[in-house]
């Protein structure tokens, strides 16, 4: 990630993209096609994607079913597949980001590196889920999406841990509005998984009808302010650049 058309005595860069770019369309891979997976399953595939074993009346696929059938599983692995490496591209630029402002610093630094690890943790529990869908081999998959929520939050909540240290010493309106949605979004994302963990709970325990609706609810809205956090992103990088550059062809023999 480099600034400028010319950087130490390189060429012109092979690929030239704005750092906003790449983060929009690192959300939208995995937005677009959740959507695009949901639509199908609840037009085409209802009563596949709805059946619990409780057999009770369902009006929303959970994100699991949605993503398991065909063809909305292939929609999703070629969303997710092309979602991931840009992912860690964006978990290194903020590892670099924390590293250059506290690295010198306890604890700010010692949670600038957990905060990538849970980065790295956090894609590859999507990987995980995405890959081995619940029909193929369920324990696994749901290991990847308690690993990926797990991670997730706990990525959010050292990442606005951080953003407050920053908030201390900076001026900048970007920076003070960033943290402010950071915490919104982390607040509506623990208060989304607290009510999806209960209608799954309330599914399983009384098997009422509609239960399931309301977990497969929360449970997008869960999905949706994590992509929205992330996009926050957006006012962290705004002047920065994502480069390609090959070296000067010219050697001395």
Not at 33 to 45: A, D, E
Not at 172 to 185: A, G, T
Request: aromatic share 18%; glycine share 4%; hydrophobic share 45%.
């Amino acid at each position: 990630m480099l600034q400028g058309p010319n950087i130490l005595g390189h060429e012109k860069p092979l690929i030239r993209l704005s750092f906003t770019a790449c983060v929009v369309g690192t959300v939208c891979l995995p937005l677009l096609g959740l959507i695009t997976c949901i639509f199908i399953s609840s037009v085409f595939h209802f009563e596949e994607s709805t059946g619990t074993h409780c057999q009770v009346p369902n009006y929303l696929p959970s994100i699991s079913a949605s993503i398991s059938l065909s063809p909305e599983c292939h929609i999703w692995r070629f969303c997710i597949g092309l979602h991931s490496a840009p992912r860690l591209l964006v978990a290194v630029a903020y590892f670099n980001f924390y590293k250059g402002r506290f690295a010198p610093r306890f604890p700010e630094g010692l949670l600038s590196c957990l905060n990538f690890f849970f980065a790295v943790t956090e894609d590859f529990g999507l990987l995980l889920l995405t890959y081995v869908s619940s029909n193929e081999t369920y324990f696994v998959h749901k290991e990847g999406f308690v690993l990926f929520i797990a991670s997730s939050l706990i990525h959010m909540l050292i990442t606005c841990r951080l953003w407050h240290a920053i908030k201390k010493y900076t001026l900048s309106p970007e920076d003070r509005k960033s943290y402010r949605w950071k915490v919104r979004f982390l607040l509506f994302n623990l208060s989304f998984c607290v009510f999806a963990a209960y209608f799954y709970w309330k599914h399983n325990m009384y098997c009422e009808s509609g239960s399931y609706t309301f977990f497969a609810l929360f449970e997008y809205s869960v999905v949706f302010s994590n992509m929205a956090f992330h996009l926050t992103a957006l006012w962290d990088f705004k002047s920065r650049e994502v480069m390609v550059i090959s070296p000067s062809e010219d050697k001395d023999f």
